[in-house]
T-cell receptor, first 115, second 116 residues
Framework: KAGVTQTPRYLIKTRGQQVTLSCSPI?????VSWYQQTPGQGLQFLFE???????NKGNFPGRFSGRQFSNSRSEMNVSTLELGDSALYLC??????????????FGPGTRLTVL | AQTVTQSQPEMSVQEAETVTLSCTYD???????LFWYKQPPSRQMILVIR??????QNATENRFSVNFQKAAKSFSLKISDSQLGDTAMYFC?????????????FGTGTRLKVLA
């Protein structure tokens, strides 16, 4: 089975621009979560989608948004980029949402640099 | 609110020796799960080991084992016979059930370097 894939792997943007990141979960996985990873802050949870519905949301401003498609692929959008948005954005998929917890599998991440 | 603290930002260990990474957490929940994830340099994060809070027995996966002290809210990871491939960032994570799904909280990580 193919793992979680994320595109693009690297991205350079300037302040004020917007960006869209994509995540394809493992086949059969219906839950997709997004995290922001920065040095010293660890992983900060952004949001989780399951069956095209947002199930959970972290404490990030409204500039961060996401969506999930019927094939479970997910996109994350950041509008009006700020320098502090520079980070590694990780996507993780799980087979289910709720019920007995199953393992979360991570993608390689998208490294976003805001200049 | 739940928090996860990894007090060792960086550690190093000689190849073949044993190292312990510490993790403490704060919660009022009784049912939850704890994880250690490994993120090698420029590679994907992978699950190392997981522990259910209701289980008293410490989880073990080959050279990796945990010391789970529920009352003390401590969840340390022991790596025995360290190998060069163990060099990575290690994250401790807490997970609990919330309505309709699960919520994960990660620590800030410990960067482990295994020395030849």
């Amino acid at each position: 089975k193919a793992g979680v894939t994320q595109t693009p792997r690297y991205l350079i943007k300037t302040r004020g621009q917007q960006v869209t990141l994509s995540c394809s979960p493992i086949s059969g996985h219906r839950s997709v979560s997004w995290y922001q990873q920065t040095p010293g802050q660890g992983l900060q949870f952004l949001f989780e989608y399951f069956s095209e519905t947002q199930r959970n949301k972290g404490n990030f401003p409204g500039r961060f948004s996401g969506r999930q498609f019927s094939n479970s692929r997910s996109e994350m959008n950041v509008s009006t980029l700020e320098l502090g948005d520079s980070a590694l954005y990780l996507c993780a998929s799980r087979q289910t949402s709720g019920g007995p917890p199953d393992t979360q599998y991570f993608g390689p991440g998208t490294r976003l640099t805001v200049l | 609110a739940q928090t996860v603290t990894q007090s060792q930002p960086e550690m190093s260990v000689q190849e073949a020796e044993t190292v312990t990474l510490s993790c403490t957490y704060d919660t009022s929940e009784n049912n939850y799960y704890l994880f250690w994830y490994k993120q090698p340099p420029s590679r994907q994060m992978i699950l190392v080991i997981r522990q259910e809070a209701y289980k008293q027995q410490n989880a073990t996966e080959n050279r990796f084992s945990v010391n789970f002290q529920k009352a003390a809210k401590s969840f340390s990871l022991k790596i025995s016979d360290s190998q060069l491939g163990d060099t990575a960032m290690y994250f401790c994570a807490f997970m609990k059930q919330v309505p309709g799904t699960y919520k994960y909280i990660f620590g800030t990580g410990t960067r482990l370097k295994v020395l030849a």
